[in-house]
């Protein structure tokens, strides 16, 4: 079984692709600007955690453990994350996601289903 940012690390290039793309546009790039950056943090029935960041200039990164400043909190089964992530389809288990910030609830509503997440 791999870490919870393994899985994460797969995302991070077209994840930055799509946000560096939103942030040069006129009307999107205004928004997407003002709700970076992100940090979300996952954390599986293991305890293993990773934070998966999106800095203000759309850089994406995936990185094993806690950073501070967490937007938004997923705690969810490896097995689902690793399936969700894979297929784009909702887990099959139930998860729980705290948008801690108003910022981190815009950005989830963007991007969950990048992550299989609904």
Known sequence: MGRV??????LCY???C????ALGGLFTGGIVRNNLPQT????DEHGDEATFHVDVQGCVQAKHGRTPGVDVFIEIDHQDLENAIRSHQPPK???SVQCLT?????????????????
């Open 5 to 10: 940012h393994e899985h994460l690390q797969g």
């Open 14 to 16: 077209d994840t930055e």
């Open 18 to 21: 799509q946000i560096k793309n």
């Open 40 to 43: 979300w943090l996952f954390r």
């Open 93 to 95: 288990n139930r998860y």
């Open 102 to 118: 108003p910022k981190g609830l815009r950005a989830f509503t963007f991007l969950k289903g990048r992550f299989g997440l609904q």
